[in-house]
């Protein structure tokens, strides 16, 4: 007689923070419950993680951009979650004539290859990825990151000789890319604006209708906008919010027209936005009080979340500090998890990763004392 | 063979312990010897001259003998220590903060 002992497998969500900061890479992993975390790091020690990201199409292939004053631009990448790292091509070369863009002084000033901002890996190819860079241009890869060759048709746009360095540099800061057609893609750069792409980054127009800026001698010229971070649903593409070096706005033609929506925040400056992964209409901020104080109004450092995509906002508190605190979340340090209940993230100037397991209505430190947070990504794995 | 000491950012990324020794043909140069050491770990190149045109990185320096070799050009012939492998050839960081 046989007694048949079934095995159930059971399997369990998991969620990867890849945290990036100024002397290294950090991993905190947590099951799905995302209680207890566990901190792996520094990678990369001593260097600056400027921002790391898995793929989508690979969740254990992993990019990272290091650099630092010294040494410059090093690219790193993972094939196993993180746990070990192979540097692969850094060469990253202008096609063409360079050109030159503005100054901060308004003189031509030519174009040069500073470090990479931003990656962004493919939606089904871990091989192919997307960097944006200082001084502003679009590169790709598709061997993996170790040849990169540019898109120049974004950097040799006829605007691109107007184009002007924000106070960080002018860097590529944000790609975004329709998972259904890869041929739109949008990026923005500070401070140059934001443009769209419809051939997958071979041309580009430029995407600021609608915007006002009271830094510009023109507040509506179509170049010049410091856009600070872009984000968008996966299920929709003509939709994107913004958040700009003032003013929160959205739009929902592709680009072709924004609209303010800063509502009620107590500061439309900032520099990440987010969105809810099961709900289009639900966006995240975190205000600061301005372009010269870089610190939370009032001392407190708040959440604000968006159920109407913009325009009546709600202060998301509990667990985070509401006395004495004075850091930033910098444009890349704010990111969601995919977990049924979305989890959110985000770190700081001041060593702190906090997450929230139900949509930002509770907060708890999963990190504390690390190095000034660059950027926070999180992968959701099976 | 030429020792070469490097700064530990470096040491760290091409996950080197202690100096290094390379294998130059007569007359070693700064070139010469850095040409060796990206061949043998390819992760460095562009962490110490520039790609393209090889120019000297603004924060890094070269120091042998006691002496500051940043200036001087990197095809001159390195000191005859560096060269007997008496002295090592130090590719360091400049010291600029952070």
């Known amino acids: 007689m046989f007694q048949c002992n079934r095995l159930r497998e059971v399997k369990v969500a998991r969620v990867r923070v890849l945290v990036g900061t100024k002397k290294g890479a950090f991993i905190i992993t947590s099951d799905g419950a995302r209680r207890d975390w566990k901190i792996e790091g520094p990678h990369f020690g001593g260097w600056e993680v400027i921002h790391i990201k898995g ?16 040494h ?15 540097a692969v091509g850094n060469e990253f070369t202008y096609e063409g004539v360079t050109g030159t863009h503005q100054w901060y002084d308004g003189t031509p000033h030519p174009w040069e290859f500073k470090r990479v901002w931003h990656i962004r890996p493919s939606y089904d190819d871990p091989d192919t990825l997307y960097a944006g860079v200082e001084d502003a241009a679009l590169f790709r890869s598709s061997d993996g990151g170790q040849g990169w060759t540019e898109l120049s048709g974004l950097r040799t746009h006829s605007t691109g000789q107007d184009w002007m360095p924000g106070a960080g ?6 790609i975004l890319i329709d998972p259904a057609n890869a041929q739109r893609m949008y990026v923005a750069i500070s401070a140059a604006g934001a443009f769209r792409s419809d051939d997958a980054g071979e041309s580009w127009h430029v995407a600021t209708n609608g915007l006002s800026s009271t830094s510009l001698p023109e507040p509506e010229a179509p170049i010049g906008h410091c856009v600070h971070k872009l984000a968008m649903h996966p299920s929709r593409p003509d939709t ?12 929902d033609d592709a680009g072709e027209s924004w609209r303010e929506v800063s509502g009620n925040v107590p500061s439309d400056f900032g520099f990440p936005i987010a969105v809810h992964a099961h709900e289009p209409e639900t966006i995240y901020v975190v205000p600061i009080l301005s372009d010269a104080e870089h610190y939370p109004p009032d001392g407190k450092l708040r959440v604000y979340r968006s159920r109407s995509g913009g325009d009546e906002w709600e ?4 667990g985070l500090p509401q006395q004495n605190c004075y850091v930033n979340v910098l444009r890349d340090a704010l990111a969601v998890d995919s977990l049924d209940s979305c989890g959110i993230y985000f ?5 702190q990763v906090y997450a929230s397991a139900d949509a930002g209505d509770t907060w708890e430190a999963i990190a504390e004392h690390l190095p000034r947070v660059s950027s926070v990504e999180v992968q959701t794995l099976p | 063979m030429v020792r070469v000491v ?50 000297r990185r603004d924060f890094i320096r070269f120091f042998a003998c006691g002496r500051d070799l940043s200036h001087d050009p990197p095809d001159e012939r390195l000191p005859d220590p560096v060269s007997s492998g008496a002295d090592a050839l130090l590719v360091v960081g400049a010291i600029a903060g952070g």
């Open chain 1, 55 to 70: 793929s989508p199409a690979d969740p254990d292939r992993l990019y990272a951009s290091q650099w630092t004053d010294w």
């Open chain 1, 72 to 86: 410059g631009q090093v690219m790193q990448r993972s094939d196993d979650g993180g746990k070990s790292w192979e």
């Open chain 1, 169 to 174: 540099g002018m860097c590529l800061h944000t």
């Open chain 1, 240 to 251: 994107v919010f913004m958040q700009k070096h003032w003013d929160i706005c959205r739009t």
């Open chain 1, 315 to 318: 202060s998301l508190t509990t």
């Open chain 1, 347 to 351: 770190g700081t100037t001041g060593g």
């Open chain 2, 6 to 55: 490097l700064s530990s950012p470096l040491r760290t990324l091409a996950g080197i312990e202690g100096e290094v020794e390379v294998e130059v043909a007569d007359h070693p140069t700064v070139t010469t010897v850095l040409d060796a050491l990206e061949s043998r770990y390819p992760m460095l190149r562009g962490t110490i001259r520039d790609h393209g045109t090889d120019r």
